[in-house]
């Protein structure tokens, strides 16, 4: 049902935004079937159709059961769910899985559209409505299935993958088993992986030879000290969580790691290297997604995924001005009223003993605007020190559907934040943010099948959202806190706007430095390492700003419609209850 083989990548902020404020003052997968039992251990539906909550439970089952990685972190007990004979597998990316791929996806909506929807109790329209609405955007990108691209510098197979790995956490001596059969099929895997590249390079679709480069080069830094991997460290270490390990279990299951680390994921790795030094040169186009053969129409289809929303690119460009106009006009008035809020924007710090007193802090803040958290348990772990290089600044992976009240924020110390940027990245990471919509959605009764389409635009958006309402929380004086959130949000319109610009409109290099310099952003250097940024991961900003200025447009409409009956709890609320969804569902349900 999805075509990205893993939809676990751990949530994280990649705005590399310029120190300099943007004020005019220089301001998933791919299914291999298997047999499975229809359980009821899981809240799929109550009521309504019988058949339609079978069909349901049966897709989810399929889809978790489909990849290893994925049910792994979906469900912390399989067997639980009924998943009690599956084969660990990475999922098969061969030319024949994809097809069958597409031809799933068409079988999926063939059976959707057999139920009577006006049979159908609201609970399980609204799992019809999400499903329906995903299975058209996931059609309309298999159109353009060599137009994807698994292998990105910072965010495609080969970087996230000994990622997912290292944080795979070993519950039961089945998990350890599953992991290490994982590894034997890297491979396998990688070399299906590049018979795609080969796939894209023969069509003219090959990526540019920097990003390539990019690649290639991590993978050799992957491979350089094989005896000395990370995977080797936090594999030993998570052993210990798994009771009942004797010494000399502990120790066979280190050697079988070390193993599978030499005979399969290293020369993965190698293979990789070798396949992608092949194909360089391949590549017949260095800038935008439009300059391909219906590039532009590939792009507006990963927008409408991406973002979830129904406006074309045109329609999302001109509102992206327009909100940026708007908080440009807000910066441009307290600055009037108040110009010293300049200096003291530069200098603004937070008064927290640490990033468990922040969590604490915001978790309480918020219940002026957002409903209390389920109660759950939660910590803030700093990551394994040979990960650091390689992860963001902070990240939340998802918590299991049968497990979510036990939670972990990752922060990483690599970088040295000042205080703000990293409150406002735990709140983005944690509450309001991914942790708190992730246990509220599921608290309040979401149905699996759900949890598992892929709404970037409504996780990402909600999660940039309540970024921008916690620089409220912060201690900050009112002005002060003001002026920094629509500054950060008129940064992060820049990104939205030069990525459609770049990938749509056609822009070069010459309009991306003009676009900048407008808004006080003139070092040419700045500039080429926000295009190298975009041009890596078409649309992948527009998850981020596209989703949170949709919120701020529904918020906007809730309020004129409700006058003084408006509440912020209540608004948020119902959100949270919905769960991901395409942004026209929200606002029918919201707006009724």
């Excluded at 949890?451 to 970037?456: A, F, G, K, R, V």
């Excluded at 003001?482 to 008129?490: E, F, K, V």
């Excluded at 295009?531 to 527009?542: A, D, F, S």
């Amino acid at each position: 049902m999805k075509s990205i083989p893993h939809n676990q990548t751990p949530s994280r902020r990649r705005f590399p935004v310029p120190k300099t404020p943007a004020i005019g003052l220089a301001l998933f997968l791919l299914a291999m079937c298997i047999g499975i039992q229809f359980v009821t251990g899981l809240p799929f539906g109550k009521g309504g159709s019988r058949e339609f909550n079978r069909f349901v439970s049966e897709v989810f089952l399929e889809e978790a059961a489909a990849n290893t990685m994925n049910l792994h972190f979906t469900v912390s007990d399989p067997a639980a769910v009924g998943i009690t004979d599956y084969k660990p597998t990475l999922g098969d990316f061969s030319k024949k899985a994809r097809k069958n791929s597409v031809r799933s996806t068409k079988e999926l909506r063939r059976k959707l559209d057999g139920f009577s929807y006006r049979a159908l109790s609201s609970d399980e329209k609204l799992v019809y409505d999400v499903l329906s609405d995903y299975l058209s955007r996931q059609a309309k990108l298999n159109e353009f299935a060599l137009y994807d691209e698994v292998l990105t510098p910072s965010g495609g197979v080969t970087s996230q993958l000994p990622i997912l790995l290292a944080e795979y956490p070993f519950r039961t001596r089945q998990d350890i088993e599953d992991y290490l059969s994982l590894l034997s099929q890297m491979d396998t895997y990688f070399s299906q992986i590049l018979e795609f590249e080969q796939e894209k390079a023969d069509a003219g679709l090959f990526m540019s030879d920097s990003s390539c480069a990019k690649i290639i080069e991590s993978c050799e830094v992957f491979v350089l000290h094989p005896d000395d991997n990370f995977l080797l460290t936090t594999f030993d270490n998570r052993l210990s969580a798994v009771g009942g390990l004797s010494e000399s279990d502990m120790e066979d299951y280190k050697a079988r790691n070390r193993q599978a680390m030499a005979d399969h994921v290293i020369p993965a790795y190698r293979t990789m290297i070798t396949g992608l030094t092949g194909l360089m040169g391949c590549g017949r186009n260095s800038w935008g997604l439009c300059n391909y053969d219906r590039g532009k129409e590939y792009y507006a289809a990963l927008v409408a995924y991406y973002t979830g929303c129904s406006d074309t690119v045109e329609e999302l460009a001109a509102q992206i001005e327009e909100k940026r106009a708007s908080d440009l006009a807000v910066c441009t008035n307290l600055l009037t009223k108040t110009p010293e809020l300049l200096n003291k924007s530069d200098s603004a710090a937070l008064d927290f003993a640490d990033e468990t007193a922040m969590v604490e802090h915001l978790e309480t803040a918020m219940l002026a605007d957002f409903p209390k958290a389920p109660d759950s348990r939660w910590e803030v772990v700093h990551v394994d020190p040979s990960l650091s290089d390689y992860l963001a600044p902070a990240f939340y992976i998802t918590a299991p559907i049968d497990n979510y009240l036990t939670n972990k924020i990752y922060i990483n110390n690599v970088r040295e934040d000042d205080s703000l940027y990293l409150f406002t990245t735990l709140a983005h990471e944690g509450f309001p943010g991914h942790l708190y919509q992730t246990v509220a959605s599921y608290d309040y009764g979401m149905n699996p099948l759900h949890t598992m389409l892929n709404y970037p635009g409504f996780t990402e958006g909600w999660a940039t959202y309540v970024e921008m309402q916690s620089y409220y929380y912060a201690g900050l004086d009112e002005d002060l806190a003001s002026l920094m959130q629509h500054n950060q949000a008129a940064m992060l319109s820049l990104y939205a706007t030069s990525d459609i610009g770049i990938h749509y409109l056609g822009w070069e290099k010459a309009d991306m430095i003009k676009f900048w310099e407008s808004y006080g952003i003139s070092s040419e250097e700045t500039v080429d390492a926000i295009t190298r940024l975009i041009l890596e991961e078409p649309g992948n900003y527009l998850k981020y700003y596209v989703g949170y200025m949709k919120f701020c447009q529904l918020r906007a409409a809730c309020e004129e419609k409700q006058k003084d009956r408006f509440d912020p709890v209540d608004f948020h609320e119902q959100i949270l209850r919905i769960g991901p969804a395409p942004f026209a569902l929200l606002e029918k349900k919201l707006l009724k």
